[in-house]
Structure formats: structure tokens, C-alpha cells
């Protein structure tokens, strides 16, 4: 229960920073995803087996609160989750890079979700300017704020879970 | 059937129909009150956290450099003198103007709008899209569609409104287009926004001659913003032979990416004129 509170505490600062600070600090016009990072570093840290309703409830609120469609922040944030939980049972040896992993196909397969959506909706974009300005800068940033971001979840995790029980 | 329905699975499945079902609710706005009386504080919060990151900003971008202080200070004194005299002999102006207004029977029109106050608490997550959230909503009085500006000139509009915080999708969104007209040209164009937060000027007719620096304002076109607010500034244009119009890149008379505090033009009413469409 401890573990619950304190990960869904760590997500409103999160939550609360990625709205008031990192998404009006861009690098170009890309911007680091906090929210992304939180959950792909959690994914690989939980050691609950309903960690999956948590990291559903993160999702949706993004997808209520953005505004993309509701799906796209849940099907991408699930699918990073899942991978990392996946992850973390082939790779548990060499977490960080497991961390880079998700950060790096995160950004990518949430940007190629943004870009769906905006194809869809008629809009006209020009591949190279979207790459050189916007997913480059953001993928650039998340690698960056992935190694504090998991810092901070490996020692979180440390006192939620302090002999590794499985609840 | 009885391993499909064991304690262990049906724990699972009632857990995942709970939350299924919670976020049903949420999505069909019946949890609408209870999101409203959590989401005061934390709004609240936000608004905080977002001062402390704009004074951060401040603190670190501000100019140091005293000697430096001191020559833009001459500079801005004697830009302020030049000023000063164009005020008396626009004033000048003015008072013949009223005059010839007068006799040809026309009134000035000053349309006094009124006018809500905000502060910027958060940006959208996505970098595709320029949105940005405030720490006003319906209960404050604002509604969807409703402009939004600055002292400067125009910011954009309602998007989405809760309670008590509202999006606002700028005019550098890719979706967001305004139509405008020029200064001194008295053409009439539109400007978009773009993925990467650009604006640029369409719809420009190949025999007008725009120079750089031309002052766009809204146009009134459209129904969805009031004329007269001021946009932005042309900063290049480009005229090709096999097109029909030109086109440029603006310069937006606010600085939408440290956009901070708004003001809501809460007494105009968009027109939706889809239905027009053919």
C-alpha cells in the first residue's frame, strides 16, 4: 500500500513539474516527457503485480488532460510499461541501458503516435523540420533526464520495497 | 470453467472491471464534480510551482551587466523623447480627424470589451501542439471559443474549460488560423501556425506589395476573434510566379513561448459559422 501512495505522490510532483516547468523549457521545439520517464523507470523497479493499475490511472489522466486523443497517451504509456516489465525480467543486470531503451523507442513510438494523429487530421508537415526540430531535441532531452529520473526511482523503490516483497 | 473462474482471476477481473468502469465515468463526464473538487488544490499547487519557475527564470535570463543597463537606458530616454514628440503631433492628427469624422456623420467605433484575468500555469505535454493552460475556468466565467490577449496583442483562444482551469491553443498551433488584415495595406490575408510553433502569412495577393515590419491585426473575418487586436509583425515574404497568393513568416506581438499571465475577452461571442460551410 506504502508502495501505491508513494509512487502516486512521486506522479502528481511529476505531473505538476512536466505542466509547469520541463514542457515550457523546449530544446528547439522539442520537450522532455517527465511522465514517460517516470513509468518506464517504475516499470522496471515494481515489484507489484497490479503495478498495471497505477500506471493505467497515469495514463489517462495524461489522455484526459491533453489534447490528443485519449487513447494515444494510454495505448503508448501501457505499451512502455509492459515493455520495461518485460524488460526488466531479460536485462535486470544492466537496468540503465534497459531505462535508455524505453526512453529512446518511448519518444519515438509517441511521436510517431502525435504525428498519426495530426496525418490524420489533414495536417501538412515536413518530415526533415519535424525530425531536426522536434523528436530529435526531445528524444535528446529524455536521454538526459532519464538518468536522474532513474536515480531518483531506484532509490524510491529501495524504501517501498526494502526486501523486495511481492505484493 | 472453474480455473477461469479461481479466486486469483476473479480478483484480477473485478479490479480491471472497477477501474474500466471508473474510467468509463470519467471519460462520460460523470465524475466531472468529484474531478472539480480535487482538482482545486492541485491547480492550486500548479500555479504555485509555475510562479516559482517563471521568478527561477527570471533570476537566470535577467541582464547583469550594469554598464549595459545604463547605454540601453540613454537609449530608450531618447527613443522616449522621439516618442513623446510623435504623441503631440499625432494628437494633432487626431483632432482633425475627430473633425472630418464629424462632418462625414461617421462614429469612431471603441469597442470596450471586458475582460478576465490569468495566469499561465502549464503547457501542453505534446511539442507538436501549442496549447497552454490558465487558472481560470467556467466557474470565473469563461467559456469555450473566447479570445484570449495580452497587453501586446493577440494570444489565441478557449480550447477546453473545467472548472477552474481552461486551455488556451495559441496562434502559433498548427490547427489555428486567423484572419487578418494589414495596417497600411488594408489587405486581408490569414496566418497559420505550424507543428514547430512558426507563424506564417497565406492567402496574400500576388499585386500587393507588403513590406517587412507590416502590422497585422485581426480582421473580425470568421466570426471567432473581434477586429482590431494586433497579431504580429511580417518578417519575410516570398512571392513565387506560379502561385496565386504569397506568402511570409510573422513575428507574433507576444512572445507565446514565456507567455505568463492572460487576459480573456469574457463579453465576446464567437460565431460558429460551420453550418455556412458548404
Known sequence: MLAYVIVSLGYLAVLMLQYGAVSRTPLLSGTADLVLLYIAAWSLHQQSKRFWILALIFAAIIGGISINPFFLPVVVYMAVYYAGSFIKGQVWQTPLLAMFLLTFTGTLLLHIGYLGVL?????????????????????????????????IVTELARIVYPRGIDL | MQKIFNPKNLRNLIIALVVVGLLFLAVSGYLTPLFSLGSSPLIGTQGW?????????????????????????????????????????????????????????????????????????????????????????????????????????????????????????????????????????????????????????????????????????????????????FVGQVLTMQSRQNTLFQTGSVQAMVDLTAVSAVLVITDFTPVDITPLLP
Do not use: C
Open chain 2, 49 to 229: 510551482l509555475s510562479r516559482q519557475y517563471g521568478a527561477m527564470r527570471d533570476y537566470f535570463t535577467s541582464p547583469r551587466d550594469m554598464a549595459q543597463l545604463r547605454s540601453r537606458n540613454a537609449q530608450l530616454e531618447s527613443e522616449l523623447a522621439l516618442l513623446q514628440g510623435q504623441i503631440v503631433a499625432l494628437q494633432e492628427d487626431l483632432g482633425s480627424m475627430r473633425v472630418l469624422e464629424a462632418l462625414m456623420g461617421f462614429e469612431k467605433e471603441h469597442p470596450e470589451y471586458r475582460y478576465q484575468a490569468a495566469t499561465v500555469i502549464g503547457r501542453e505535454i505534446s511539442p507538436f501542439q501549442q496549447y497552454i493552460i490558465i487558472d481560470k475556468g467556467s466557474n470565473q466565467g469563461i467559456r469555450h471559443g473566447m479570445p484570449v490577449v495580452t497587453e501586446k496583442g493577440l494570444v489565441g483562444r478557449i480550447d477546453a474549460v473545467i472548472a477552474n482551469a481552461s486551455r488556451i491553443q495559441l496562434i502559433s498551433d498548427a490547427r489555428s488560423v486567423v484572419n487578418v488584415r494589414m495596417q497600411t495595406q488594408r489587405v486581408e490575408a490569414q496566418i497559420n501556425g505550424s507543428l514547430t510553433g512558426e507563424i506564417s502569412i497565406n492567402m496574400v495577393p500576388q499585386n500587393v506589395d507588403v513590406q517587412v515590419g507590416e502590422v497585422l491585426l485581426t480582421s473580425g473575418l470568421g466570426g471567432s476573434y473581434p477586429p482590431n487586436i
Open chain 1, 119 to 151: 496525418f490524420f487530421e489533414g495536417q501538412a508537415f515536413d518530415w526533415r523540420v519535424v525530425l531536426t526540430q522536434i523528436t530529435l531535441p526531445s528524444v535528446l532531452l529524455n536521454m538526459l533526464l532519464a538518468i536522474p529520473v532513474h536515480a
